[in-house]
Nanobody
């Protein structure tokens, strides 16, 4: 069972990026999913979260600019990031509660993808 994130890169301020994260490995169901980020010298923080029912929650710093979505059929979660700012520069991690036959319900982290926003 694993989460695989993709979509990071270098973008100018004001630009957009889309992050994607796919769960795989004999998963029966997926619970809450989310994106976190960690900037150099700072603690990891929640960026956005989405429940299995589709309810969303955002950090105040990204409200109105970022949108989280999920596709349960494809076991994916995405983060659309618009109007990016240099302070959005960080390593972004996806997170999800995954239920599999082998280990039951556990919390998993993706490997992290770097987003760099130049001014």
């Amino acid at each position: 069972v694993q989460l695989q994130a993709s979509g990071g890169g270098l973008v100018q301020a004001g630009g957009s990026l889309r992050l994607s994260c796919a769960a795989s490995g004999g998963i029966f169901s997926i619970g809450d999913m989310g994106w976190y980020r960690q900037a150099p010298g700072k603690q990891r923080e929640l960026v956005a979260a989405i429940t299995s029912g589709g309810s969303t929650n955002y950090a105040d710093s990204v409200k109105g600019r970022f949108t989280i979505s999920r596709d349960n059929a494809k076991s994916t979660v995405a983060l659309q990031m618009n109007s990016l700012k240099p302070e959005d520069t960080a390593v972004y991690y996806c997170n999800a509660y995954l239920f599999s036959a082998v280990v039951g319900l556990r919390n998993y982290w993706g490997q992290g993808t770097l987003v760099t926003v130049s001014s």
